[in-house]
């Protein structure tokens, strides 16, 4: 919510709650003034009445933001109305947050008390002092999520600190439960300082058994996420990079049995070079690519050129096999695959018509694709974004949640590339050969198998891999 006096908030129906003196102005007048404003009244709720006042809240159906702009202003000017707030459905949505604790075991009694309290908590703390991997077992490390932020890089939004950062997390975390009955818990840092983020995670690891970083700039995640790794003994995951490229790689498996094009024989062009970029082009590189070339604002990115940001020198130095050098257009031409995760607006039709035959264009940017879908849908055989509005979205939510199930299950010490590439292909699995088609080519989130098949991948990319360190039953 918010009062009159701030930036408003809109939905396709908004609250107004106004106090009204019933001796300056009838309530028809109110009504009448709305209906001016081309607002659509559905609902009356008195909140307050007196004798000489009234409180109500007035839901209305608007058009857009502008639309609510102009009813609002009119509620303003209106003699003996006082518009005390503006809210929408999301918004009270929000109130209070989205999650909450809930106990497994209700305390009913003392014996209950001294069982989950003290005295007798004290013989499972000393088991766990004694045998420090029982926390596993005897605590919520288990099945418990770390989502953190600086809210330093928030989708859309940018470095928003982390007090707005917070509505984010929490969605994640519901996601995480829901989704994959995983509990998360929101956590945002009151700081943007790599080391002191870095030691801050180090301290409250052990009451979790994963930690998802989450909204962090660049360059800044690549370190805290390379140090945590090291020197932490449990998943460590910065989903914008790796939820993002394990989905990407998804739908391109499908996109290339579409076209039925190979994996090792394609020629993929990645704008954007930044974290989701290099995730997305690590993944491609284990998963097969040989010719990959990353674009950023300097152009084509070569080995021997000098560059400020060493993330850009390591990609030169380990993609463009040709050496090939140019702008976004020159490098583009003859490509089979098209990543955007850069801005929007930055190709054409005739970009894509200078790729090679059956173009696969993933134009990632938010909220604007690097090309209108529509603009070259006749031409190209496959397009994604990142939008849920246009087919093939590209939606990190399809991994997160079924990559944490398969990793606390099998107690995973780290989430390797093998196991984001198990976790790809099981995406990928989810749509069959006959339902496969050049508008769906990566399943819904809301698919009920998603976050299951991931799992059973994932733990068997971790037993393979020496990283698992419980076998789970069905594994055995």
Same mark, same amino acid.
């Given at each position: 919510?918010?009062?009159?006096?701030?930036?408003?908030?809109?939905?396709?129906? $908004?609250?107004? @709650?106004?106090?009204?003196?019933?001796?300056?102005?009838?309530? /028809?007048? &109110?009504?009448?003034?709305?209906?001016?404003?081309?607002?659509?009244?559905?609902?009356? +709720?008195?909140?307050?009445?007196?004798? *000489?006042?009234?409180?109500?809240?007035?839901?209305?159906?608007?058009?857009?933001?502008?639309?609510?702009?102009?009813?609002?202003?009119?509620?303003? *000017?209106?003699? %003996?109305?006082?518009?005390?707030?503006?809210?929408?459905?999301?918004?009270?949505?929000?109130?209070?947050?989205?999650?909450?604790?809930?106990?497994?075991?209700?305390?009913?009694?003392?014996?209950?008390?001294?069982?989950?309290?003290?005295?007798?908590?004290?013989?499972?703390?000393?088991?766990?002092?004694?045998?420090?991997?029982?926390?596993?077992?005897?605590? $919520?490390?288990?099945?418990?999520?770390?989502?953190?932020?600086? %809210?330093?890089?928030?989708?859309?939004?940018?470095?928003?600190?982390?007090?707005?950062?917070?509505?984010?997390?929490? %969605?994640?975390?519901?996601?995480?439960?829901?989704?994959?009955?995983? +509990?998360?818990?929101?956590?945002?840092? !009151?700081?943007?300082?790599?080391?002191?983020?870095?030691?801050?995670?180090?301290? &409250?690891?052990?009451?979790?058994?994963?930690?998802?970083?989450?909204?962090?700039?660049?360059? @800044?995640?690549?370190?805290?996420?390379?140090?945590?790794?090291?020197?932490?003994? &449990?998943?460590?995951?910065?989903?914008?990079?790796?939820?993002?490229?394990?989905?990407?790689?998804?739908?391109?498996?499908?996109?290339?049995?579409?076209?039925?094009?190979?994996?090792?024989?394609?020629?993929?062009?990645?704008? %954007?070079?930044?974290?989701?970029?290099?995730?997305?082009?690590?993944?491609?590189?284990?998963?097969?690519?040989?010719?990959?070339?990353?674009?950023?604002?300097?152009?084509?990115?070569?080995?021997?050129?000098?560059?400020?940001?060493? $993330?850009?020198?390591?990609?030169?130095?380990?993609?463009?096999?040709?050496?090939?050098?140019?702008?976004?257009?020159?490098?583009?031409?003859?490509? !089979?695959?098209?990543?955007?995760?850069?801005?929007?607006?930055?190709?054409?039709?005739?970009?894509?018509?200078?790729?090679?035959?059956?173009?696969?264009?993933?134009?990632?940017?938010?909220?604007?694709?690097?090309?209108?879908?529509?603009?070259?849908?006749?031409?190209?055989?496959?397009?994604?974004?990142?939008?849920?509005?246009?087919?093939?979205?590209?939606?990190?939510?399809?991994?997160?949640?079924?990559?944490? @199930?398969?990793?606390?299950?099998?107690?995973?010490?780290?989430?390797?590339?093998?196991?984001?590439?198990?976790?790809?292909?099981?995406?990928?699995?989810?749509?069959?050969?006959?339902?496969?088609?050049?508008?769906?080519?990566?399943? /819904?989130?809301?698919? *009920?198998?998603?976050?299951?098949?991931?799992?059973?991948?994932?733990?068997?990319?971790?037993?393979?891999?020496?990283?698992?360190?419980?076998?789970?039953?069905?594994?055995?």
């Amino acid at each position: 919510m918010t009062d009159g006096n701030k930036q408003l908030i809109t939905g396709k129906s $908004i609250i107004l @709650r106004l106090e009204i003196d019933t001796n300056r102005i009838r309530f /028809s007048d &109110i009504v009448a003034a709305i209906a001016d404003e081309g607002g659509d009244l559905v609902a009356i +709720d008195v909140i307050q009445t007196k004798q *000489q006042m009234s409180i109500r809240d007035l839901t209305v159906n608007v058009a857009d933001t502008l639309h609510t702009g102009k009813i609002v202003e009119k509620m303003k *000017q209106l003699e %003996g109305v006082v518009l005390v707030n503006v809210s929408d459905r999301t918004f009270l949505l929000h109130l209070g947050g989205k999650i909450e604790t809930k106990l497994k075991v209700p305390i009913q009694n003392r014996d209950d008390l001294s069982r989950v309290y003290t005295p007798d908590v004290a013989r499972v703390c000393m088991a766990i002092h004694e045998e420090p991997r029982k926390a596993y077992t005897l605590t $919520i490390k288990r099945n418990t999520v770390a989502v953190i932020s600086d %809210g330093s890089a928030v989708l859309g939004l940018g470095n928003i600190g982390p007090n707005a950062a917070m509505p984010v997390m929490e %969605g994640k975390a519901m996601l995480f439960k829901q989704l994959a009955d995983v +509990d998360a818990f929101p956590i945002c840092l !009151d700081t943007q300082d790599t080391e002191e983020i870095i030691r801050t995670i180090k301290n &409250i690891a052990p009451a979790f058994g994963g930690i998802n970083l989450e909204d962090i700039s660049s360059p @800044r995640c690549f370190e805290i996420e390379e140090r945590l790794k090291q020197e932490l003994d &449990i998943p460590v995951f910065h989903d914008d990079q790796h939820g993002t490229a394990v989905v990407l790689y998804a739908g391109l498996i499908s996109a290339l049995k579409l076209v039925g094009k190979s994996i090792d024989s394609v020629k993929v062009v990645v704008c %954007g070079i930044g974290a989701a970029g290099v995730a997305c082009s690590k993944i491609l590189l284990a998963a097969g690519v040989k010719e990959l070339i990353g674009v950023d604002r300097v152009g084509a990115l070569v080995a021997g050129q000098a560059y400020d940001n060493p $993330i850009w020198s390591w990609y030169a130095e380990n993609t463009n096999p040709n050496r090939v050098s140019g702008s976004l257009r020159d490098v583009l031409a003859g490509a !089979d695959v098209f990543i955007g995760l850069s801005r929007g607006g930055l190709l054409n039709r005739d970009d894509v018509k200078s790729m090679a035959a059956d173009p696969i264009v993933f134009a990632m940017a938010n909220p604007t694709p690097e090309v209108n879908p529509e603009e070259i849908e006749d031409i190209a055989a496959v397009v994604a974004t990142g939008r849920s509005d246009f087919p093939n979205q590209i939606n990190n939510v399809l991994c997160f949640p079924g990559m944490f @199930r398969g990793a606390l299950d099998c107690r995973a010490k780290t989430i390797n590339e093998e196991m984001k590439l198990a976790a790809a292909e099981a995406i990928a699995s989810v749509i069959s050969d006959d339902e496969r088609n050049k508008l769906y080519i990566i399943p /819904s989130v809301f698919n *009920q198998d998603v976050a299951k098949l991931i799992r059973d991948n994932v733990i068997k990319a971790a037993i393979r891999t020496g990283v698992a360190r419980r076998i789970p039953r069905e594994y055995r």
